[in-house]
């Protein structure tokens, strides 16, 4: 009878209660050092009939500060953002804002022009156009006949 017990749907039904019990109390109480940060920085990436668009959120970097690389079919942004500057004796209550060198890669879904690339810096959001390489680009083949 005990066997029998255990065996009932409900046990397990039991089980998967305290196990997302358990996952949802360790997502709302893991301090935030612990999480895991997002990518930075935050990119876009499309494409139109004229090749790839890049889009980055980088505030508080100055553009002269961010190198930008294509090597084949990999963008590279890299860069650093200074510490801000507080005045000695203070203590932070709160600091979300990182800082320091960051890189970020992303494998392009195809290769691109990289002496046409250009890139425009505008209240803190990079955008970077890369269009796509001649050889590249689909074909329109004639079919003939015969």
Request: aromatic share 8%.
């Amino acid at each position: 009878m005990i066997y029998r017990r255990y065996r009932l749907p409900g046990a397990w039904q039991e089980m998967d209660r305290l196990q997302r019990e358990m996952n949802r109390l360790f997502e709302t109480h893991t301090p935030a050092r612990l999480r895991p940060a997002p990518g930075f920085p935050a990119l876009n990436l499309w494409s139109n009939a004229d090749g790839l668009v890049v889009t980055a959120e980088v505030p508080g970097i100055d553009p002269k500060d961010i190198e930008i690389n294509v090597v084949g079919d990999t963008l590279t942004l890299s860069g650093e953002r200074e510490v801000d500057e507080v005045e000695q004796g203070a203590r932070y209550h709160r600091q979300e804002r990182g800082f320091g060198r960051f890189t970020r890669s992303l494998q392009l879904p195809y290769s691109v022009n990289v002496k046409k690339v250009e890139a425009t810096f505008k209240n803190g959001v990079l955008h970077i156009e890369l269009p796509r390489a001649e050889e590249d680009k689909p074909r329109k083949i004639a079919v003939r006949t015969v």
